[in-house]
């Protein structure tokens, strides 16, 4: 029996071990599934108190209750470390570390090219392990800089170890599609990698989606991500002209959606937040450029999405000046400091944007959210206030940031004052003045 077919067994009788790279939003949703599947799960990180909780069957994802993670980990079924020697009998091994961008909006591969570089380390060569790259990135990553760290001595992929690049589309806070039930995009360096992936995957993933080889796969997620930063980039645009005309944004976009094909309602906002559409799509635009091509359509939606904290503060200012206020002054109080509703993630949230530009104005910012008791913005360390009617009122002006769900919207708009709302979250005015984006 073959390689391939040894591993296909082992997935097919659950006996395959599974190490997991990386447990954050990704990779510990993707432990926990394959745990309930009955797989034996090896979880790394290097984050010594991320495995000091998982290891006390605490979770920190909001997507896993510790209720579930806890027997998981007290049935032996997850296991975790900081030592990547504790993969070394990993049969499959999924990579989910971060991909941030530099300063200069380069891509930083660093997660990755580490990862790959311990796992080659550790695990015995042309052992005919599965080796998956989740982590988005540019068209090219999995061949030209995964690949190599295996296919040393002599080891060929797709005989004595298998490659393939599966990217992650988990949307934290999510609960109408989850890990089984969002199809699973799989791309492999060979034909023979491609089936053992989607053996493995197939096990927790209603439906996994072949696709010819491993560019692909990282070219459909940049995709899905870039089609969302473009629409959003265009409908903050058009708010920036129905605000030029005096129109109400929130109006049009909902009229337009009743159209039933041709049309996907996007809706403007304070900026973008999260880890993908912020960042994937400069990936794609960083690669192009190394082939002398521009991704003007990416470069322009980035550039009015990166705008919108600044107008943000500009409506502020602007309301503020019309009751006889400047910003130098004016306690503000910012509702919601997550990218986005009912999470606790903070990862490039436009809040962090527009507090810190208010109070390079001089303003005496505040925030409230119930999800995210301590922000750190530049060398400035903020607790979340109270919600308490006393702090509606005693503010000069409440800006909406982030619609979470909890926010009591007409008791809010009876103790305030002034709210600029960037989510059309306060659906009718009662006795604060309404500015909306």
């Not at 999995?142 to 949307?171: C, K, Q, W």
């Not at 937040?273 to 980035?302: M, V």
């Not at 503020?320 to 993630?345: F, H, M, P, Q």
């Amino acid at each position: 029996m073959d390689r391939k077919q040894q591993l296909l067994r082992k997935i097919a009788d659950r006996q395959a071990v599974i190490g997991v790279v990386g447990l954050g939003y990704v990779g510990l949703p993707l432990a926990v599934a394959f745990a309930q599947e009955g797989f034996a799960v090896i979880g790394v990180d290097v984050d010594p108190g991320k495995i000091d909780s998982l290891s006390r069957g605490e979770s920190y994802v909001e997507d896993i209750p510790s209720a579930v993670l806890g027997p998981l980990v007290e049935g032996g079924l997850i296991r975790v470390t900081t030592d990547y020697a504790g993969l070394a009998g990993a049969d499959a091994i999924s990579i989910c570390v971060p991909t941030p961008l530099r300063k200069t909006k380069d891509p930083d591969i660093s997660y990755i090219v580490n990862a790959a570089d311990c796992l080659a380390t550790h695990l015995p060569p042309g052992n005919g392990q599965l080796v998956v790259l989740e982590s988005t990135t540019y068209p090219g990553t999995t061949d030209e800089i995964v690949l190599p760290y295996f296919a040393r001595n002599g080891y060929e992929v797709g005989r004595d170890f298998f490659m393939a690049f599966s990217p992650e589309r988990i949307d934290p806070g999510r609960t109408d599609y989850t890990v089984r039930t969002t199809p699973k995009v799989i791309g492999g360096v060979t034909p023979d990698c491609v089936d053992v992936a989607v053996a493995l995957y197939g096990t927790v993933v209603d439906r996994p989606v072949p696709v010819s080889n491993t560019a692909t796969a990282e070219m459909v997620k940049l995709l899905e991500n870039t089609f969302r930063a473009v629409n959003i980039g265009l409908v903050n645009e058009v708010a920036l002209m129905c605000d030029k005309l005096g129109l109400n944004v929130w109006e049009v976009v909902d009229a337009a959606a009743t159209k039933p094909y041709g049309f996907m309602p996007f809706y403007p906002g304070p900026g973008l937040g999260g880890h993908c559409i912020p960042i994937d799509p400069h990936y794609l635009s960083w690669k192009l450029r190394t082939l002398n091509y521009t991704a003007r359509f990416i470069e322009l939606a980035s550039e009015v999405n990166s705008h919108m904290p600044d107008y943000v503060v500009t409506k502020v200012s602007d309301a503020l000046n019309d009751e006889r206020k400047a910003v130098n002054g004016s306690r503000i109080l910012v509702l919601g400091a997550a990218y986005k509703r009912d999470v606790g993630d903070v990862r490039e949230s436009p809040a962090l944007d527009v507090i810190h530009l208010l109070r390079e104005r001089g303003a005496d910012v505040v925030y409230n959210d119930p999800y995210i008791p301590t922000l750190r913005i530049d060398t400035h360390s903020m607790s979340s206030v109270d919600l308490t009617s006393e702090a509606l009122a005693s503010a000069d002006c409440v800006v909406v940031v982030t619609d979470h769900a909890v926010y009591e919207w007409e008791w809010i708009v009876t103790h305030a004052r002034l709210i600029v709302d960037t989510r059309n979250a306060v659906k009718s005015a009662g006795d604060a003045r309404i500015v909306r984006l």
